[in-house]
């Protein structure tokens, strides 16, 4: 009997790839340049995860006649100019990569992203890293609702034809958390990026993994092909 097809479904920013640098510089210089004032870092990490839009908004939720759009294009741009200044601040997390190989190995396993960064941003990582080849399909704040929508994980499972039974979505925020149970998915939470344990958990997570190599031990249905995490 042919084994059935499983997805599993990563965040990128916290998750795969350490760019908080980049991210609160970026947001800080984005602040600066529109005279508001500035977030601390603390309060930007809380908002990784989210679209940029969304994140902008939650940011400036109590501060009036705040310009989003204009904020976002001034992130953007000085995004891009810390990016091509030192691109060693969005660093790949160890155990990242020899996770993603052991997924790949697999003939009955897709891999996927659902991510709140840009396309754009996601090609320029992906191409930097040697990344492209492992993801079968890629959800981004371009095409999907912010998370905790669902859209990007009934998105992935749209493209991939792989059911909801067997599908994990793992992530280091409690939007991920959420997004993976909105969309009725098991739903992994990782310690090493930008939300607390104690966070992922109340969010909802089945599961809190400390390093990658925790991840095979919480995906049965993969790796052993029998009861999934309850």
Same mark, same amino acid.
């Given at each position: ?13 916290? %998750?795969?790839?350490? @760019? *908080? $640098? ?6 800080? !210089? $984005? ?19 989210? =679209?940029?839009? *969304?994140?902008?908004? *939650? ?18 741009? /000085?995004?891009? !100019?810390?990016?091509? +200044? +030192?691109?060693?601040? #969005? ?13 790949? /190995? ?16 996601? +090609? ?14 890629? !959800? %981004?704040?371009?095409? @999907? ?8 994980? =009934?998105?992935?499972?749209? #493209? ?12 280091? %925020? ?8 909105? /969309?009725?998915?098991? =739903? ?10 104690? #966070? ?31």
């Amino acid at each position: 009997m042919d084994k059935e097809l499983k997805l599993v479904i990563f965040d990128c920013d916290g %998750t795969l790839v350490d @760019s *908080q $640098a980049m991210i609160v510089q970026a947001m800080q !210089q $984005a602040f600066i340049a529109h005279r508001i004032p500035v977030p601390d870092k603390n309060s930007i990490r809380s908002i990784i995860g989210l =679209s940029l839009d *969304q994140a902008i908004e *939650q940011l400036c939720v109590r501060r009036n006649a705040v310009n989003v759009s204009a904020l976002c294009d001034a992130y953007k741009t /000085a995004f891009r !100019q810390i990016r091509e +200044d +030192d691109d060693e601040l #969005e660093p790949l997390y160890p155990g990242a990569v020899d996770f993603l190989d052991k997924l790949a /190995a697999r003939d009955d396993v897709l891999i996927g992203m659902a991510t709140g960064k840009s396309r754009r941003g996601v +090609d320029v990582l992906c191409e930097r890293e040697s990344l492209s080849n492992y993801f079968s399909t890629i !959800q %981004t704040a371009d095409t @999907s609702p912010s998370k905790p929508d669902p859209h990007m994980i =009934s998105q992935a499972m749209m #493209e991939t034809g792989v059911d909801r039974k067997n599908t994990y979505m793992i992530g280091d %925020t409690s939007y991920d958390v959420v997004m993976g149970r909105n /969309a009725r998915v098991v =739903s992994l939470g990782v310690s090493w990026g930008y939300h607390g344990v104690d #966070e992922l958990l109340r969010a909802g997570a089945h599961g809190i993994a400390d390093e990658f190599s925790d991840l095979e031990a919480m995906m049965p249905k993969v790796f052993n092909d029998i009861s999934r995490v309850a």
